[in-house]
């Protein structure tokens, strides 16, 4: 069938009622200012990582919250734990934590897998 | 005998509610701690939406000023605030008495200190300022860098000292958004082949024609909205301003060269207001601005009685809102009298 071009294209959406969002309520409850995110993108402005490879956390936080898992395992490894986003962040949220345990959600959901 | 009634503060709010008053037979002092009456209405060229001279608002205010009804004490400050049975005795910087029957509180606020946001850079960087630095300009008629010549490219970042946990205001100051557009567009104005960029987090013009500005600042002025919050300025060695922010929408972080960067301060509790708030025993709220005792219907009333308030010491409030919270103010104060 490549031959003559066609490909099913999966859907674009979020698809909310059936993505998982687990790792959001791990984080929610461990760290309540990741709540107060407004997507101003400032830590994202000041990232040093986020300035030379595709990494933005203010990204990552919302796919974590929409349970938009899969791209944010990728990436949030590339988080240097710096804190300059802490220094930065309007709303107060403790950003370094959110990145610290997402990593161990991730960690543990691996650990369940196997 | 005339009832006599205090107003302590004489820009929008209290030259309006001292008129108010005055017009209803009431004897008024207004007390002001600057020689010139008008408060902020001095430091700003033209109002937004409509983009009028802000001289014509002051003008309709001081009107009622020269009314015999209204004594202005100007250039004064205020010691000691006693109230008692008899009603309200302020003590001025003079050693003079004034007794009255009711109080208004009409302290307004002051912008927000910019260099307190160090990352921005103003008074770092030669070419950082502020709205209020460039109301001056477009006051003078002309737009310059510190060196003089014309900017080719501002930016201007809005909730400089608004919702910002990290100087401790929550609150957004709701004028800035709209300020920020009306400055686009005068720069634009002024300068013909300038960019202007605004950088936002949210653009909030909830007021009387102010989503029709933001419409004319991009459909006749081209000027250009970027959502992000702006995290740092630097300064090059040719004077230029460095910005990082992220364009959120686009994703990816964006920095950017500027001739200019202006910042919209927000609205604080005024210092004034803080010293007759510990005169008075009056109580701030969650913002720092007084606490009335109903958000709804006693914005005007506070817990000590006798003492009313009038105006943006209660909160962040456009020119027309004040003018209506100084009338609601008057009003309180006459049912007061009324039946006291």
Redesign the interface.
């Known amino acids: 069938m490549d031959k003559f071009g066609y490909t099913i294209s999966k859907g674009r959406q979020i698809d909310y009622d059936s993505n998982d969002r687990r790792i959001a309520e791990y984080i929610y409850e461990r760290e309540p200012s990741f709540r107060l995110c407004?997507?101003?993108?400032?830590?994202?402005?000041?990232?040093t990582t986020?300035?030379f490879t595709r990494f933005?956390l203010?990204?990552l936080n919302i796919l974590i919250k929409r349970g938009e898992n899969e791209k944010v395992r990728q990436n949030i490894r590339k988080c240097m734990l710096c804190g300059k986003c802490i220094?930065?962040?309007?709303?107060?949220v403790n950003t370094r934590n959110v990145v610290v345990l997402a990593r161990q959600a991730f960690q543990k959901s691996d650990d369940y897998a196997v | 005998m005339n009832k006599h009634v205090i107003v302590i503060g004489a820009g929008v709010a209290g030259l309006e509610a001292a008129g108010q008053l005055s017009r209803a037979g009431i004897d008024v002092s207004l007390i002001e701690r600057e020689k010139m009456t008008g408060g902020h209405l001095n430091d700003w060229f033209k109002l937004f939406p409509d983009r009028r001279d802000s001289r014509e608002v002051k003008d309709y205010l001081e009107k009622f000023t020269n009314n015999d009804g209204i004594k202005l004490l100007a250039g004064i400050e205020i010691e000691k605030i006693i109230n008692g049975r008899g009603g309200v005795k302020v003590t001025t910087s003079e050693g003079k008495e004034l007794i009255a029957d009711a109080l208004i509180v009409a302290t307004g606020f002051d912008l927000f200190r910019s260099s307190r946001k160090e990352?921005y850079g103003y008074e770092i960087y030669d070419n950082v300022y502020t709205s209020a630095d460039l109301e001056k300009m477009f006051r003078k008629g002309k737009i310059s860098l510190h060196n003089g010549k014309s900017p080719e490219t501002i930016g201007i970042v809005h909730?400089v000292g608004s919702?910002?946990?990290?100087v401790g205001n929550l609150y957004c100051s709701k004028l800035c958004c709209v300020t920020a557009v009306k400055q686009a567009i005068e720069i634009r104005e002024h300068l013909p082949e300038s960019k202007v960029f605004c950088f936002y987090?949210?653009m909030r013009m909830g007021g009387a024609m102010y989503e029709e500005l933001y419409r004319e600042a991009q459909e006749k002025w081209g000027v250009n909205f970027i959502?992000?919050?702006?995290?740092?300025a630097g300064e090059d060695i040719n004077n230029k301003v460095i910005i990082?922010?992220?364009?959120?929408l686009a994703?990816?972080?964006?920095k950017m060269e500027l001739d200019m960067l202006v910042l919209m301060a927000g609205m604080e509790m005024s210092e004034g207001g803080r010293k007759i708030a510990g005169l008075a025993g009056l109580n701030a709220g969650e913002n720092r601005f007084f606490a009335v005792t109903d958000q709804h219907y006693g914005s005007n009333r506070s817990s000590v009685k006798g003492i009313f308030f009038a105006g943006t010491c209660t909160a962040p409030m456009n020119i027309t809102e004040t003018i209506s919270h100084s009338r609601a103010a008057a009003t309180e104060v006459i049912s007061y009298l009324n039946n006291k």
Do not use: H, Q, W, Y
């Open positions: 407004i997507e101003c993108g400032g830590c994202s402005a000041t990232c986020g300035n933005s203010r990204e220094l930065v962040c309007p709303r107060g | 990352e909730c919702r910002d946990e990290k987090m949210d959502r992000g919050k702006v995290s740092e990082k922010v992220e364009d959120t994703g990816r972080p964006l």
